[in-house]
C-alpha cells in the first residue's frame, strides 16, 4: 500500500483540480482530504456519505458561576490572555484558550470542568471512483492536525480491508501543523507549484519541510507558460536539489470550465491540459508501483 | 484602524490586495501605514513590498528544561500537561518540544521544583521599512508545527505603538494591514482577531464560493464586519455575487483576469505599479471600509 500526497506551501496552484484527476486515472484506490480547514475535493467527486463522525479534540473550561468566587487566581496562571474579568465576572475567551488545563487545576474552589470539544466532523463516504475520506473542522477551532491524522488513518484502514495498493491525499496549504500531520510517513510527495516568486518561494520552504521528515517528493508546475523565465527558475532549483519536474501544465481555461461544471478536468475534456494531466499520472504511477 | 485581509481558500489573492491597498494608501503622506504579514508559514508580502529589514530577532516558546538533581520522577509534570509534551520514566523525563504549548503547568505543579523554562525558537520576526510602509513578518521555521505563537507576537508588537486611541481622526490615519493564512482555524483567527474590518478575498469558482462562505461564518463568529473582494472576476459563474446579495454582504472590488495582472504578480510586481488606475480603486476600497466602520 502506498500514500501518495498532493501538496503545494502556497495555496491556490491547483492541488484539489489535479488530484481530482487523478482519482479518476488511478485505479484500486481510496482518497483521502487533508484540507480539513476548508475540503474541496468532495465539490468535485460528489460523495454519497457512508458514515458520519464526531470529532473531539482538546479540551475545553466551563465555569460553574455560582462555585465561581471571581478570585482571579486563573488570571495569574493563563499565560494566554484567555481570562478575562468583564463586569466583575470571569469569563473565558475561548478563541485565546489552548486548552492546557491550568485554570482549571489551580482554581480553589472547583469551579472548573474541563470537557471534551467537539470540533468537526468526519465522513466515509462513496464516490464512482472509489471510496473518500473527508472532513470539516469547526468553524474556528484548533486540533486540525489531529482531524488530518484521522482522515488518513481511516482511508488507510479502507485501503486495507479492500485490498487497495493506493491511497491519494489532498493536502492543506502551508508548512504548519495540519501539513506535517498530512505528510509525515507518507511514500511520496507531489508539490504544485506556478511559476510566480511566491510559489517558487513557497515551494522551496515545502520542500525542506518534506526532507525534514524524510519524504520523496516530485514537482508539477502548473499554468508554466505564465512566466516561461519563473519556470526556468523552478526547474534550476529543483534540478541542482536532485528534485524531478515530472510535468508542466499549460494555462488553460478550460481547467476553470470544468471546476464550475464540478467535474474532474479529464472528465471534462481531452484537450492538451487535460493530456498533460494524464501524463504526469503516468509518471506518478510508475514512482510508487 | 486595523484592516485584515482573509480568505478561506488559498491563493485568491489576499496578499495582492492587502500589498496594493497598503501602497495607495501610503501614496497619502498623512497616512501613516503598517503592514502585518501574518501568514507565517508561507510570508509572501516581502517579494512584493521588497522592506529593507532592520531588526530581526527570534520567536521562542518556553518548554520545560528538568532539573536532574532535583527531579524524583514522581509524574505529576506528565500527569498535568494536556498536550502530552512530558513523559516520565522510572529514571528518565522526556520533553517533546514539538508539543507543548508553553502553558508552564508543569513549572507550577513539580513538587520538587526541579523545572525551569528555556526557549524553544520556533521561528523568527523580522521588521522593517517598504518606502513609508512599516513592515513586519514572521517566518515559521521548517518541521515546526505552531504558527499562532509568531502571529500573536507580531500582533502584540505592532500593538505597543498607537493602541487605545478612539479618536476617528487620528485612527483613520493610522492603518494597519493585516494579510492573513489561508484556512478556518487557528492561524488564521489569530491574525484577523482584533480587527475592525476584514475583506474577504475569493474567486467565482465552486472553491472560492464553498470557502468564502466557511470565511463569513468565521467572521460572524468573531463578529468583524467584513466585505468580499471577488478577484479573476470574469473566469466562473454568477454565484458569489449571487450569495453576497443575498447575505447583504457588500462586494467592496471586483478585479477581472488580466494576463497583464498576472505576469506583473508572478514577478512581484504590484498591480498599482504598471496600473495606475488602480490606485484610485485601492483608494475607493479604503474609503468604503473607512464609512462602514
Known amino acids: 500500500m502506498k500514500e501518495i500526497v498532493i501538496i503545494s506551501g502556497k495555496g491556490g496552484t491547483g492541488k484539489t483540480v489535479i488530484t481530482a484527476s487523478i482519482a479518476v486515472l488511478a485505479k484500486n484506490k481510496v482518497m483521502g482530504d487533508c484540507d480539513v480547514d476548508a475540503s474541496n475535493l468532495y465539490l468535485l467527486l460528489h460523495p454519497e456519505i457512508k458514515e458520519k463522525n464526531d470529532f473531539y479534540a482538546g479540551l475545553i473550561p466551563n465555569i460553574d458561576l455560582e462555585k465561581c468566587t471571581n478570585c482571579g487566581r486563573w488570571q495569574e496562571v493563563c499565560r494566554f490572555e484567555a481570562i478575562k474579568t468583564i463586569k466583575s465576572q470571569t469569563v473565558i475567551d475561548m478563541v485565546s484558550c489552548e486548552g492546557c488545563g491550568l485554570c482549571a487545576l ?34 474556528a477551532e484548533e486540533n486540525s492536525g489531529k482531524l488530518v491524522t484521522l482522515v488518513r488513518q481511516n482511508a488507510q484502514t479502507i485501503a486495507k480491508k479492500n485490498d487497495l495498493k493506493l491511497i491519494i491525499v489532498d493536502g492543506p496549504p502551508g508548512i504548519g501543523c495540519p501539513l506535517i500531520a498530512t505528510l509525515s510517513g507518507a511514500n511520496l510527495a507531489v508539490v504544485v507549484t506556478e511559476p510566480t516568486l511566491s510559489g517558487l518561494h513557497d515551494l522551496q520552504r515545502v520542500i525542506k519541510v518534506a526532507q525534514h521528515f524524510g519524504v520523496k517528493t516530485v514537482v508539477i508546475i502548473n499554468k508554466y507558460d505564465i512566466n516561461l523565465e519563473n519556470s526556468s527558475k523552478i526547474e534550476d532549483w529543483c534540478q541542482k536539489d536532485n528534485i524531478p519536474i515530472i510535468g508542466k501544465i499549460h494555462f488553460d481555461n478550460i481547467i476553470t470550465e470544468a471546476l464550475v461544471k464540478g467535474l474532474p478536468v479529464v472528465e471534462y475534456s481531452d484537450n492538451t491540459a487535460a493530456k498533460e494531466i494524464k501524463d504526469i499520472w503516468q509518471k506518478i504511477k510508475t514512482r510508487v508501483e | 484602524m486595523i484592516i485584515s485581509v482573509a480568505s478561506g481558500k488559498g491563493g485568491t489573492g489576499k496578499t495582492t490586495i492587502a500589498v496594493n491597498l497598503a501602497l495607495a494608501l501610503a501614496k497619502d503622506k498623512g497616512k501613516n501605514v503598517k503592514f502585518l504579514d501574518c501568514d507565517v508559514e508561507e510570508p509572501n508580502a516581502h517579494l512584493f513590498l521588497k ?15 528538568i532539573d536532574d538533581k532535583k527531579c524524583n520522577y514522581c509524574g505529576k509534570c506528565a500527569e498535568v500537561c494536556v498536550f502530552n509534551a512530558i513523559v516520565v520514566t522510572k529514571n528518565k523525563v522526556l520533553v517533546f518540544p514539538g508539543l507543548c504549548h508553553g502553558c508552564g503547568a508543569c513549572t507550577l505543579f513539580c513538587p520538587e521544583k526541579a523545572i525551569s523554562e528555556e526557549g524553544n525558537e520556533i521561528g523568527i520576526l523580522e521588521e522593517g521599512k517598504a518606502g513609508s510602509i512599516n513592515f513586519t513578518h514572521g517566518r515559521l521555521n521548517i518541521g515546526e508545527p505552531m504558527a499562532p505563537p509568531i502571529i500573536k507576537k507580531i500582533k502584540k508588537k505592532s500593538k505597543e505603538d498607537y493602541s487605545g486611541n478612539k479618536d476617528n481622526n487620528i485612527t483613520n490615519h493610522h492603518i494597519t494591514l493585516i494579510d492573513a493564512p489561508p484556512g478556518t482555524s487557528c492561524p488564521v483567527i489569530e491574525s484577523i482577531k482584533g480587527s475592525d474590518y476584514t475583506i474577504l478575498v475569493t474567486e467565482p469558482t465552486p472553491f472560492g464560493l464553498h470557502d468564502l462562505i466557511l470565511a463569513v461564518e468565521v467572521l460572524k463568529k468573531l463578529n468583524i464586519p467584513h466585505g468580499v473582494v471577488l478577484n479573476k472576476c470574469d473566469i466562473g459563474d454568477q454565484k458569489v455575487e449571487e450569495y453576497c446579495k443575498k447575505n447583504d454582504i457588500p462586494l467592496l472590488l471586483s478585479i477581472p483576469l488580466d494576463r497583464e495582472i498576472a505576469v506583473a504578480y508572478s514577478q512581484g510586481i504590484p498591480i498599482v505599479k504598471i496600473n495606475p488606475s488602480y490606485e484610485q480603486k485601492f483608494i475607493q476600497l479604503f474609503q468604503k471600509i473607512a464609512q462602514t466602520i
Do not use: F
Not at chain 1, 472548573?112 to 462513496?126: F, L
Not at chain 2, 530581526?56 to 520545560?64: A, G, K, L, T
Open chain 1, 106 to 139: 489551580v482554581c480553589p474552589v472547583q469551579a472548573i470542568q474541563m470537557k471534551e470539544n467537539h470540533c468537526g466532523e468526519w465522513y466515509i463516504s462513496d464516490t464512482k471512483y472509489g471510496p473518500l475520506v473527508y472532513a470539516r473542522l469547526g468553524i
Open chain 2, 51 to 65: 522592506p529593507v529589514i532592520t531588526n530581526s530577532e527570534s520567536v521562542e516558546i518556553p518548554v520545560p528544561k
